[in-house]
């Protein structure tokens, strides 16, 4: 199971971080994201997948049952 994150990681390398290592290096400084995403704990959602979000456009609060308490 290992081996295919791994392999995972390494396409990514390829095809996303290195090619586009000038937006990753300015994210290690600060992250000004554009949107709060509130949303359930939960392995199947892919957030950053099904908005098409680059790194560092969502903060993402994952709780259990996407409950925001109103005094907090």
């Not at 095809?15 to 704990?41: A, K, M, N």
């Not at 199947?44 to 456009?57: D, N, P, S, V």
Request: net charge negative; with cysteine; glycine share 8%.
């Amino acid at each position: 199971m290992i081996d295919k994150f791994l392999l995972g990681n390494y396409k990514f390398r390829e095809t996303d971080f290195t090619p586009d290592i000038d937006c990753y290096r300015e994210l290690t400084g600060s992250q000004h994201p554009t949107v709060l995403w509130i949303g359930c704990s939960d392995s199947r959602l892919q957030t950053g997948h099904i908005t098409q979000a680059r790194a560092g456009e969502l903060f993402i609060q994952w709780n259990i049952g996407n409950i925001v308490p109103i005094h907090d």
